[in-house]
Each structure stands twice: as structure tokens, then as C-alpha cells.
């Protein structure tokens, strides 16, 4: 028995110095952020489980209320869906004033839950920020003048910054969600996001396909963080959340080094959420203030040629709808919709697994939110 022990006891020993050397350390920390919780996969109450850095809300004002604010309950049809989907929040904001907000499973207003992939939108969203501010050239500008490593790179030499923006960098990444060995896992998981992420190679050059990787978005935030030279939860507290009038601090999950997560992970609450839809809705404006400028807004909500027209600068676009609209997505049905038509923007969090996709690779979902909304709540 007690060699028995002793086996078992090396076996281990042998398989988390295998681990290490093989770079996979970062499974213990997974395995004890999810199945130690009681989940089998990342979650959107994870936040306070990894390192962050503050988003600080330094002008805070809350949204108006519309005069018919949570008068009439949402269709039937419409709380089915929410709620066979595990929906944590619903918000319809009508004309820039909150017509309707429910929430479920003790989830509550003052709730901060995981944005997922919104955040990539929000990394867009400061590009053009330091563009605006001189950082940045444009959107063309090589990635390689701000990591002249790349230059140094086949492929790498030819990308840039729109390329990473708009999913068309053809890094060497498959994008996988429930694969602890994919890099979707180390970069969530892992202790350095530079070692999952810097350098990793390409399979084909930048600017001819669209493929949709977390990779992207955070050599996009590397950059960005290299150009403005301040943490970037602090650049989006200057640049969003203080102009925007968040009405809380939000938090920015990092790795062990302080690098924002900018694939993903920033927590906030849903009212506040709905504020970055309302800034694109606005075309770039808080109040009078042009905060983001109307140009680079237009080009994020502008489907590209590449995405057989369903991306645009880190934003998610369905013009095939009977109302168009456009959107933030993130993992488990994180969503902030602009539908222009209706001045309307819906916010939705929760947490829906295996989401149903059209042909394009958009979750049907949001279409389906964006019709019950306009045709039995609005009319």
C-alpha cells in the first residue's frame, strides 16, 4: 500500500514538472478558477479571482428614466427566452433614457459581471482614442513601429493595426473555448500574456481573411498600451468612463505582470455598459462632448469585405435584418445592440451556453432580442 502511495505521489510530481516544462502550468490555475467553483468553464462572476486594475467612473451622473419606465412587463414570449437562457440582465434604453431593466437570479444593478469579448470593443474603441490623440498615426500604421521585433518577422512585418481591429491579422491562433491546451486558455488562464501572445507566428499575411482570434485583440491592446504609455484601465477611465459618465468604477482583469486582459474581462455593471452603446448611438458624443471622433465610429460600425459583412472594427454588424443593427458580443451572451432606425439600444447579460449561430457566425440571439424589442415592446 504505501508503494502504492509513493507511486501515485511521483506520478503527480512527474506530471506537474512535465506541466511546467511544457508550458501548461497555467491548467492548475484554471482547474482551480472553474471546477473547484463548481463551473466547467470561465464565468461571468470570475472578476475578482484574478489581479485588475481600476477603471475609475470620475464623473459620475446616473441615466434618466423614461416616463414609461418598467410600466408594462416584457412580452411573454420574449421572458421565456430570457430566462430559458439563464439572462442575469435585460435593459432596453429608448430615445437615451431607460425605458425597461429586469433583473434575474439575484444579479441587481449595482452587479458587476465578466464583459467576455465585449472588452475587445472597447479595446477598439481606445485605438481610436490614441489615434485621436496623436499616439497612434491611424489605423494603417505597422504594428512593427511600436514592436520593431516585427519587423524582423515574415508576415509580421505587414501588419497592422487595422488588420488587428478588424480579425484579419492571420496570426497562427485557433480560437477554441473548451480546449484547455488552445491559447484562449493561457491567455485567460495563464501568468504572462506576452508569452501567449507576443511573437506566436503567423499562418498567412495580415489583411486577406477574416478569422475571428482573441489573439488579435490583445496584440492590439499591447500596442495601444505601448503607445499611450499608461495603463490602459487608466486611459479608459480618461477617455470613456469618466467622459462617458459611468456611474461606477469598473475593473480590468491583468495578468501577473499588469497587463490588461484586452480580449476580455472587464467587469462592470449593465447600466454602464449600456453607456458605450449609447456613445456609438451618438456617433462618438457625450453630451457635446466628441469623445471618440464620428469617423473612426463610422468605421467601426462599417462591415468589412473580408467579414462578408458581419465585423467591422471589433464590432459585430447585421444588416441582413429586417432592422439593422449592430453590437459588442462576448462569451456566454454578454451584448450591447445599437439599432439606429429605433434610437435603441438593448443590453443583455447572462450566462447562454452553446449559442445558436447564423451562417455568418453571429448568434441568433441578438436578432431575435432586437425583433421582440421593436415589435411588441417599442410598438
Not at 408594462?72 to 429608448?94: C, G, M, Q
Not at 516585427?150 to 488587428?164: E, H, I, N
Not at 447564423?358 to 431575435?368: A, L, T
Request: aromatic residues 12%; positive net charge.
Amino acid at each position: 500500500m504505501k508503494k502504492i502511495f509513493q507511486g501515485m505521489v511521483m506520478a503527480i510530481a512527474l506530471l506537474i514538472a512535465f506541466s511546467y516544462i511544457l508550458g501548461y502550468e497555467y491548467l492548475f490555475k484554471g482547474i482551480a478558477k472553474t471546477y473547484f467553483r463548481g463551473y466547467s468553464s470561465a464565468d461571468i462572476n470570475d472578476g475578482k479571482l484574478f489581479p485588475s486594475h481600476l477603471i475609475a467612473a470620475t464623473h459620475p451622473s446616473p441615466w434618466p428614466r423614461d416616463p414609461e419606465y418598467n410600466k408594462k412587463p416584457l412580452p411573454k414570449s420574449l421572458v421565456d427566452n430570457l430566462e430559458a437562457t439563464k439572462t442575469a440582465s435585460f435593459l432596453i434604453i429608448r430615445d437615451g433614457k431607460i425605458l425597461h431593466e429586469e433583473y434575474w437570479e439575484g444579479y441587481s444593478e449595482n452587479t458587476h459581471t465578466n464583459s467576455f469579448s465585449m472588452a475587445k470593443t472597447v479595446t477598439a474603441l481606445l485605438l481610436g482614442a490614441a489615434i485621436d490623440d496623436g499616439k497612434i498615426k491611424d489605423e494603417n500604421e505597422l504594428f512593427s513601429t511600436i514592436y520593431p521585433s516585427y519587423a524582423q518577422v515574415p508576415y509580421g512585418k505587414k501588419l497592422t493595426f487595422r488588420d488587428l481591429a478588424t480579425m484579419e491579422a492571420g496570426l497562427n491562433w485557433n480560437e477554441n473555448y473548451k480546449n484547455p491546451f488552445s491559447p484562449n486558455a493561457k491567455a485567460y488562464y495563464g501568468n504572462s500574456l506576452a508569452e501567449a501572445v507576443l511573437l506566436r507566428g503567423f499562418k498567412e499575411l495580415p489583411g486577406t481573411r477574416f478569422e475571428y482570434q482573441s489573439g488579435a485583440t490583445q496584440l492590439l491592446g499591447f500596442g495601444i498600451r505601448k503607445a499611450v504609455n499608461i495603463p490602459l484601465a487608466s486611459y479608459a477611465s480618461q477617455k470613456l468612463w469618466g467622459p462617458l459618465h459611468m456611474e461606477q468604477n469598473a475593473t480590468w482583469s491583468t495578468d501577473e505582470n499588469g497587463m490588461e486582459k484586452t480580449f476580455c474581462c472587464i467587469h462592470s455593471d449593465s447600466r454602464d455598459f449600456a453607456k458605450l452603446g449609447l456613445l456609438m448611438l451618438n456617433n462618438g458624443k457625450s453630451d457635446t462632448l466628441q469623445v471618440i471622433s464620428r469617423n473612426f465610429i463610422e468605421k467601426m460600425r462599417t462591415p468589412t469585405r473580408a467579414s462578408n459583412g458581419a465585423y467591422g472594427y471589433s464590432t459585430w454588424i447585421n444588416n441582413d435584418a429586417t432592422y439593422k443593427h449592430y453590437y459588442f458580443w462576448g462569451l456566454l451572451g454578454q451584448y450591447i445592440i445599437m439599432v439606429p432606425q429605433q434610437n435603441l439600444i438593448i443590453v443583455r447579460t447572462g450566462s447562454y451556453e452553446n449559442q445558436p449561430k447564423d451562417q455568418k457566425g453571429r448568434p441568433e440571439q441578438v436578432s431575435y432580442l432586437v425583433n421582440e424589442v421593436v415589435e411588441k415592446v417599442l410598438h
